[in-house]
DNA sequence: ATAATATTTAGACATTTGACTAAATATATA
DNA sequence: TATATATTTAGTCAAATGTCTAAATATTAT
């Protein structure tokens, strides 16, 4: 849970989030989206892996970047706890 | 949304946001429930409440806290478009 | 008015974070 | 095999974060 926070603590995670929300992307289409470094995009990439967000997968010498939705039910639910609240 | 994800990038200020969905609670009383200074855990709420995550509203000497839920709307929102990718 | 209680503000300090460049690794192509 | 391309790993550095103690502010009680 700690990691996954700390995952969408950035808004360029974020970002890249909702970029493969469209279409998975290989590291170096994410790269060209942005001003930033490769190797900061890349460091960017491995949290949001750790963090199960994403899932990469080797094809040639591209990786592609896909999303994975499950943890995000996982946050919802954690999320859902303080919608029932009674105001 | 930066200052929420920001906000609830750390454990202790999400066990307060839990412990004042049961009710709201001094900064005293949120105070005792850690092993953390005073100091510390005002830094915490002033977060909490720059992300309107939390209300303060004094009463004579002491200050209330209570959860704000309309954030977590807003959160929720974002969450959801995740939610209803095909996989 | 003085003292006690509740909470925040200020300043210091170690750790974490996000950026960079340079180097390493892996795959594809000439 | 040598070279180009794709991506990551390693190391450095400034800025942000979370913690602390000491001091300031506000309210209540003696």
């Not at 460091?43 to 080797?58: C, I, N, P, W, Y």
Request: net charge positive; proline share 2%.
């Amino acid at each position: 849970m700690n990691i996954v926070f700390k995952a969408l603590n950035d808004p360029t995670r974020r970002m890249i989030l909702e970029m493969l929300l469209k279409k998975d992307l290989t590291a170096g289409e994410i790269v060209e989206k942005f001003k930033i470094s490769g190797p900061s995009i890349s460091h960017h990439l491995d949290l949001l892996k750790q963090a199960k967000l994403v899932v990469a997968e080797k094809e040639g010498q591209f990786i592609y970047y896909s999303l994975n939705t499950t943890v995000v039910d996982e946050i919802m639910k954690w999320f859902i706890q303080f919608k029932s609240k009674k105001n």
